[in-house]
Nanobody
Framework: QVQLVESGGGSVQAGGSLRLSCAASGRTFSSYVMGWFRQAPGKEREFITAITWSDTTYYADSVKGRFSISRDNGKNTVYLQMNSLKPEDTAVYYC?????????????????WGQGTQVTVSS
């Protein structure tokens, strides 16, 4: 059974940093795309970033230059380093896996999801 478990969320002041982790179990995802999305109250789930099997990355404009995605295939884990956080970054953050090699930015193109972790940024 495939499981994705996020951790590392919490509350931080504007300008601060957080590092999210997403540990996968049940199968190996080193050949596939792993991504991060977020969803704020009353809004649709939003793509943030993704990384391919060859470490190609892609970022939404809203987080470019502030967030960084990385993966450790040996640990079957993907990370999201978030710096210079803003109040508008407040949301539930989800990791997801896409069982393809090409990047995608819409939620329906991803096959497995974690349960989410809350990130709250205060001004």
């Amino acid at each position: 059974q495939v499981q994705l478990v996020e951790s590392g969320g919490g509350s931080v002041q504007a300008g601060g940093s957080l590092r999210l982790s997403c540990a996968a179990s049940g199968r190996t995802f080193s050949s596939y795309v792993m991504g991060w999305f977020r969803q704020a109250p009353g809004k649709e789930r939003e793509f943030i970033t993704a990384i391919t099997w060859s470490d190609t990355t892609y970022y939404a404009d809203s987080v470019k230059g502030r967030f960084s995605i990385s993966r450790d295939n040996g640990k079957n884990t993907v990370y999201l380093q978030m710096n210079s956080l803003k109040p508008e970054d407040t949301a539930v953050y989800y990791c997801a896996v896409r069982l393809r090699r090409n990047l995608a930015t819409t939620p329906y193109e991803y096959d497995y999801w974690g349960q989410g972790t809350q990130v709250t940024v205060s001004s």
